[in-house]
């Protein structure tokens, strides 16, 4: 192992050992509270232009299964750890070309995380000179303002389920594969549309699923407009950025928030059924909802919307991944209520 260092836009710098690929990567340094699921994080498109920090102390202890990964690339910019463990872990990310590095304070930086929010960052493998590190994370643009469905987005339709009840369009701005799975598993023949799907490809499906994925919801102007144009015509479903697209298509707004929600055991409230859910998330912007009664569902944690639901258009969305793509089943219901709701609709 060689060595290496992570550095913040604030002048900090946390020293560790390179386990990965060589080289330098830019991205935001979060972190995420997910015990498990490293692979599935590394492949999740909405970590896109990110730099993780995994809180779990040993990761790796588990090794990696070609089906685990939640796409067909590593989309994170580079990983950070307390003790990376297994070859076949540090082994995976060599091949993957990311930046690793292990025996980081992870505790501290977490810590300094949160109380100072994410940032811009530069991960380093190899000899480098702190100062210009320091520079070079100053430098870089951050996520704000910064439109990246495109990057991680398909370019063209194709059918991932071609058999079901229900006939679901799934927008891609960076779907998981398992959000594909668990609507196939629920019954639905699945086709997936790149971001930039207009009305006309879209309108004859009897039901859409606008997908995760990673940067800031307000610059795909094209994208709102589009849900906007279908509201009423087709029943909806937002899932993470999805639920953001939909609530700017609904009159709401977006913004930042300090160091995100990233993890498999975020409380989300239940408004509805006073029920408390414990979730999977990855987001680093919220819905800020002008109208509480569409608020269905609230982050515990820090008073959030998680949740909205429009009836008289025909759409919800949810912040949280109800697909579960890893963590807890809890809302694993949802998908297959709304599947289940377009069926009928359609028999209707």
Sequence with gaps: MSGGLLALEDGSVFRGESVGADGFAFGEAVFTTA???????????????????????????????????????????????????????????REHGLVALTGVDTRTLTLHLRDRGAM?????????????????????????????????????????????RARIAVVDYGCKRSILQRLAAAGAAVTVFPHS??????????????????????????????VRVLLGRVPMLGICLGHQLLALATGHETYKLPFGHRGANHPVLDKRSDRVLVTSQNHGFAVRASAAKEVTHVSLYDGTVEGLDFPWLRARSVQFHPEAGPGPHDAWPLLDEWVGEVSLAKAA
């Design 35 to 93: 015990m498990t699921g490293y692979q599935e994080i590394v492949t999740d498109p909405s970590f896109a232009e990110q730099i993780v920090t995994f809180t779990a102390p040993m990761v790796g202890n588990y090794g990696v299964e070609h089906v685990r990964s939640e796409s067909t690339r590593a989309h994170a910019r580079a990983v950070v750890m307390r003790e990376a463990r297994g070859p076949a872990w540090t082994d995976w990310l």
């Design 197 to 226: 799907a207009q009305v006309r490809d879209l309108h004859a499906f009897e039901g859409i699923l606008l997908s995760n994925g990673p940067g800031d919801p307000e610059p795909l102007h094209d994208e709102v407009e589009t």
């Design 120 to 164: 811009r960052a530069i991960a380093v493998a190899g000899d480098a000179s702190v100062d210009e590190a320091i520079r070079a994370a100053q430098a870089h643009p951050g996520l704000v303002g910064r439109s990246l469905a495109a990057d991680v987005s398909c370019t063209e339709p194709y059918v991932a389920s071609d058999s079901g």
